[in-house]
């Protein structure tokens, strides 16, 4: 619930440490906005790396082979990444004469 100056509401033990690293990235990087964006955008990408290394591990120990939904679950992720929509379901073949008729 947002406090009536636009703050969220947060006990101390959240809201100490968090001011804290706000005071100190202010410190660190006083006049220096690239670094800072740098700086931030590389703590932000973290979980995405973990979770891609993680995967991988899977992969090359063959672990996603003992598991069909974590395999599911990383082949559709992957199709996400790639923006493809899912494949199609294959046509019935048909000889050559049927498919020109068409």
């Known amino acids: 619930m947002q406090a009536e ?3 969220v509401w947060a006990p101390w033990f959240l809201r100490g440490p968090y001011l804290a ?3 100190l990235l202010d410190v ?3 006049g220096r906005p690239v670094q800072r964006f740098w700086f ?3 703590v932000a990408r973290t979980p995405y790396f973990s979770y891609n290394t ?4 899977y992969e090359v120990l063959g672990w996603w082979r003992r598991s069909s939904e974590l395999r599911k679950v990383h082949f559709a992720e992957v ?6 929509p899912p494949p199609a379901a294959p046509r019935p073949y048909a000889p050559r004469a049927e498919r020109i008729l068409r």
């Open 28 to 30: 660190l990087f006083d």
């Open 79 to 84: 199709r996400a990444s790639r923006h493809t």
């Open 40 to 42: 931030l955008e590389t």
């Open 5 to 7: 100056g636009g703050g």
């Open 54 to 57: 993680m995967l991988y591990i």
């Open 21 to 23: 690293l706000c005071v």
